[in-house]
């Protein structure tokens, strides 16, 4: 089956850790997106990457680190710089990162919460 | 300066009744617009989407929307309402450079039996 991959489903951190989410696709789509979603306040672009070895920053990047160098992987790093990281993360593919035109397929969510 | 505005946060319908979520948007540019749902716990999907061709867009499940250029807005309707519509819907908008979508703030939509 094709589609993306979030895990863990539920991940705790501890203050002044690192954690990171994994966002894995095998749809062959180029662009890969982080977002983050609190409630009420829809969805707010964290990082996104239109090719690997290349990402932009969205309008949340304070706190967050990306990397891309894999087609299909584009993992999520929260640093201890974020604080306030408890949120759901949502990972999304496309498939030449055209946002106008082209449909985001999202994965399930990764549910991040502080101990 | 581009925007989406849902202009519910929560709306309650009764089964077999009219669905209607309503939205604006503010863009300098000619927009590209979408509505996608979210259930409970899980990620989204796309209902449909507004490219600049026909303004009266249709989608999965039934659902459609008007692209009102004179009123800025993309309302989602639904004729008949089923409880498995009831979810979370987002408004989006595409940036001005097309590389980033643009939500709203979303409408929880509940049916009652």
């Known amino acids: 089956d094709g589609g993306i991959t979030q895990s863990p489903k539920y991940l705790f951190r501890k203050e002044g850790q690192n954690v990171t989410l994994s966002c894995e696709q095998n749809?062959?789509?180029?662009?890969m997106y982080w977002y983050r979603q609190d409630p009420g306040q829809g969805l707010r672009l964290i990082y996104y990457?239109?090719?690997?070895?290349?990402?932009q920053k969205g309008d949340i990047a304070e706190g967050y680190s990306v990397s891309r160098e894999k087609k299909e992987s584009f993992p999520l790093t929260v640093t201890s710089a974020q604080k306030n990281p408890t949120a759901f993360y949502l990972c999304?593919?496309?498939?030449?990162?055209?946002?106008?035109?082209?449909?985001?397929?999202f994965g399930p969510g990764t549910r991040l919460l502080v101990l | 300066a581009q925007s989406v505005t849902q202009l519910d946060s929560h709306v309650s319908v009764s089964e077999g009744t009219p669905v209607l979520l309503r939205c604006n948007y503010s863009?300098?540019?000619?927009?590209?617009l979408f509505w996608y749902v979210q259930h409970p716990n899980k990620g989204l999907q796309l209902l449909l989407k507004?490219?600049?061709?026909?303004?009266l867009v249709k989608g999965i499940n039934g659902f459609e929307a008007e692209f009102k250029k004179s009123e800025t807005s993309f309302h989602l309707t639904k004729p008949s309402a089923h409880m498995s519509d009831a979810a979370e819907y987002f408004c989006?908008?595409?940036?001005?450079?097309?590389?980033?979508?643009?939500f709203g703030k979303g409408t929880t939509l509940s049916v009652s039996s």
């Open positions: 989006v908008l595409a940036n001005q450079a097309g590389t980033a979508l643009i």
């Open positions: 863009s300098s540019y000619s927009p590209s």
């Open positions: 507004y490219t600049s061709a026909a303004t």
């Open positions: 749809l062959n789509h180029d662009a």
């Open positions: 999304a593919s496309s498939i030449s990162g055209r946002a106008g035109q082209e449909t985001q397929y």
């Open positions: 990457s239109q090719i690997v070895n290349d990402f």
